[in-house]
């Protein structure tokens, strides 16, 4: 029963998103993308607790079995990964309604949620599949509709981020197509467990070897891995704020899931630490922890802060993963999912002033945060938690990762992370002063329709969607028995012991 | 020595249409021609995939008498996938192009980028 389950993933947004594009009607393309999020997050909720003790659920594609079908093979990993997405798109979704009514045309807006529907189908298949074909064609077609989504944004400087995000995300993306098509030479086969299992027969080619490099490098791009995260910045502060909050929570959080499972579950360990590679992401994640802080630090608009911000983030994911060890690779599998919600309420709070404010400049936004107390009491919420403080789940993570650190007796990267919050309570504390401490001064409001009230409150949706991300934020800081679980399971299966 | 650069002669000639692609992608400021360069960087990888596939003295897929020796099919078939999603990079690109070229009255790079800085 379960293995049907894991294909609706992918089939019902497939399928809805063409019909969503056929209506003109913009309550009916919103209601039906919050359906269809909606199922999706209690589709994976369910297998996510079928697989969350260490099972499988299989499903082969159109009955064909493996190496030679597409097999879906569900860990907890893979469960989780899904969980995280449908469960942010959900979110997104409720908050997207009034958001998007009011920065994007009415007649586009069914176009919009037709290619939201089909970003989410193509990070659940990311999130899903065991072919690394198909890995890449999940991969494709959630960055063709996220680039059409950035592209909505509206400023006019929206076009030129989507535009250098689509050459560099193309040029990621084709680089892991030549690194599976090295693989593929070399396997035969494009069957994740298949390949892994027959690795030994083919390890000695210089092949194996340069494949490896062009797949890390190609979705490290995708990941915005530091120094490949020239797209991110632009991209995240001009997109929409609906996409914003669901890019920033999934999209590179998808493509480090995919790091994962090429360096764990396709290559040996062994393998890559001959390489040197733990070492060198391990200082590509330090530099991006200290440079994305810094930069988030200088900025002074707030949806740029906080896509610096992530930048800085997805460095403690590679150094998670880096160090190699159970607590480590657990705080990084769990720091997906924590960040994910982090984001996710900051970029919805970002988009709650820019939906009343029409601005996110920090210096235009000044004293705002009085006229706002409880979204703004949401943000702090969620800012406390970048930072790391305990009772929220930022403090899990670098507790593991801390401990994983002093385990392996990695002190840089301790020093790195005492940095990197220190640096992160500068950036929180930037925008809780300017909103909250700075004297308030008559707000800039920038090209607002004549006669559009819609400005004074918040819409109920935005603010139910926020505050359930800031809740979120507490609760799984202070129950930690669900996500805990599941990354363990994750990393003990990915170490495999 | 010469056998192996005249054996592998149809790699060197895929790596060559890569760099040029991906030179091309560089190096120019016209956003046509970047997507242009990044198309044939693309090309380049399907034409390695379809070359991967040949097997010498193999004949086409399809079991007949008297054959043996077949070529193998699947990189073509993962290829038509992979120019699918090429042509729809590029028609995705050249739609943000127009576009840009609305919104800015110009397709160079750094013509735009300098509009941006003024802002």
Request: glycine letters at 8%.
């Amino acid at each position: 029963m379960n293995e049907q389950l894991t294909i609706l993933l992918v089939v019902i947004p497939l399928i809805a998103a063409p019909i969503t594009a056929l209506f003109k009607n913009k309550d009916i393309a919103w209601a039906i993308t919050l359906l269809v999020s909606t199922a999706c997050f209690v589709l994976s909720v369910i297998i996510m607790l079928d697989v969350i003790d260490g099972k499988h659920v299989i499903y082969e594609l159109g009955g064909w079995r493996p190496p030679w079908g597409i097999e879906y093979k569900i860990d907890a990993l893979n469960a989780f990964i899904a969980l995280i997405v449908s469960g942010i798109a959900t979110i997104s979704s409720i908050y997207a309604k009034s958001s998007v009514e009011h920065e994007i045309d009415d007649s586009t807006i069914p176009l919009f949620y037709a290619a939201f529907q089909l970003c989410l189908l193509g990070l659940l298949g990311i999130a899903l599949t065991g072919d690394v074909f198909n890995l890449f064609v999940f991969l494709e077609i959630s960055s063709l509709s996220t680039y059409a989504l950035i592209s909505m944004g509206k400023h006019r400087k929206a076009l030129t981020a989507a535009f250098s995000y689509l050459i560099l995300g193309t040029v990621g993306a084709t680089f892991f197509l030549i690194g599976v098509g090295f693989l593929f030479a070399a396997s035969g086969s494009l069957n994740t467990a298949d390949i892994a299992q027959r690795f030994e027969t083919f390890a000695h080619m210089q092949l194996v070897e340069t494949a490896l490099i062009f797949m890390v490098l190609g979705i490290a791009l995708k990941a915005a891995v530091f120094p490949l995260h020239s797209w991110l910045p632009n991209a995240y502060s001009q997109a929409p704020s609906a996409v914003s909050v669901f890019l920033s929570a999934t999209a590179t959080k998808v493509s480090i899931y995919a790091l994962y499972r090429v360096l764990f579950d396709l290559y040996p360990v062994q393998y890559w630490v001959d390489m040197l590679m733990p070492q060198i992401l391990l200082s590509l994640g330090c530099v991006a922890v200290i440079y994305g802080s810094y930069r988030a630090w200088q900025q002074v608009e707030m949806k740029r802060l906080l896509a610096f911000s992530s930048v800085a983030q997805i460095g403690y994911m590679i150094i998670g993963l880096a160090l190699l060890n159970q607590n480590g690779l657990t705080a990084s599998i769990m720091h997906l999912f924590n960040h994910a919600v982090i984001k996710a309420t900051l970029f919805m709070g970002a988009g709650i002033l820019l939906y009343r404010a029409n601005t996110t400049d920090l210096g235009s936004l000044r004293g705002m945060g009085r006229d706002i107390p409880w979204s703004f009491a949401a943000m702090v919420i969620a800012g406390l938690s970048l930072i790391g403080v305990p009772g929220t789940v930022g403090f899990i993570t670098k507790w593991y990762l801390l401990e994983s650190a002093i385990e392996t007796g990695q002190w840089i990267v301790v020093v790195t992370i005492v940095i990197g919050s220190v640096l992160a309570i500068g950036y929180v504390w930037k925008i809780v002063e300017s909103l909250y401490f700075r004297s308030s001064r008559k707000v800039h409001i920038h090209a607002v329709e004549s006669g559009d009230d819609s400005v004074g409150k918040t819409p109920i949706g935005m603010a139910v969607a926020l505050w359930i991300g800031a809740g979120l934020c507490i609760f799984f800081g202070l129950n930690t028995d669900l996500s805990f679980d599941a990354a363990t399971t994750a990393a003990l299966s990915l170490l495999k012991q | 020595m010469i056998d192996y650069i005249v054996g592998h002669i149809n790699y060197w000639l895929i790596i060559a249409v890569m760099m040029v692609g991906l030179y091309t992608l560089m190096s120019r400021s016209n956003l046509i021609k970047k997507l242009a360069g990044l198309a044939m960087f693309q090309t380049a990888v399907i034409l390695f995939y379809v070359s991967l596939g040949k097997v010498d003295g193999g004949t086409v897929p399809i079991v007949a008498e008297g054959y043996t020796l077949y070529s193998n099919p699947l990189p073509q078939v993962l290829m038509l996938t992979a120019i699918v999603v090429g042509v729809a990079t590029t028609a995705l690109g050249f739609a943000l192009v127009i576009r840009i070229k609305e919104a800015y009255e110009s397709v160079e790079e750094h013509e735009i980028s300098q509009m941006d800085e003024k802002e």
